[in-house]
Nanobody
Framework: EVRLVESGGGLVQTGGSLRLSCATS????????IGWFRQAPGQGREGVTCFASADGSTYYIDSVKGRFTISSDNAKNTVYLQMNRLLPEDTADYYC????????????????????WGNGTLVTVSS
């Protein structure tokens, strides 16, 4: 059974940093694409970034490029999202998602491309 568990959310001031973790189990890292998604109050879920361990490819949406970094520790089966220079508009519930695949690209790194989800962790950025 595929399982994803997020942690690391919290309250931070504008310009601050947070690191989210997604602990995974039940599948092989090399066969899956893992991504981070977010959903702000009253809005739909959007893809933020995703990563394919098989070829090391990554995808980021424009609004987080240069500020957010996705990485993984394969030995721990954990994917991280380092978020720097946070802005109030980054406030959202952040979710980890996974789907079978070996290359990260825009088409698959959206919420409709994921088959498995964690329960989310809340990030609040105060102005």
């Amino acid at each position: 059974e595929v399982r994803l568990v997020e942690s690391g959310g919290g309250l931070v001031q504008t310009g601050g940093s947070l690191r989210l973790s997604c602990a995974t189990s039940g599948f092989s890292f090399d066969d899956y694409i893992i991504g981070w998604f977010r959903q702000a109050p009253g809005q739909g879920r959007e893809g933020v970034t995703c990563f394919a361990s098989a070829d090391g490819s990554t995808y980021y949406i424009d609004s987080v490029k240069g500020r957010f970094t996705i990485s993984s520790d394969n030995a721990k089966n954990t994917v991280y999202l380092q978020m720097n220079r946070l802005l109030p508009e980054d406030t959202a519930d952040y979710y980890c998602g996974a789907t079978r695949g070996r290359m990260a690209h825009e088409a698959i790194c959206g919420p409709l491309g994921m088959d498995h989800w964690g329960n989310g962790t809340l990030v609040t950025v105060s102005s």
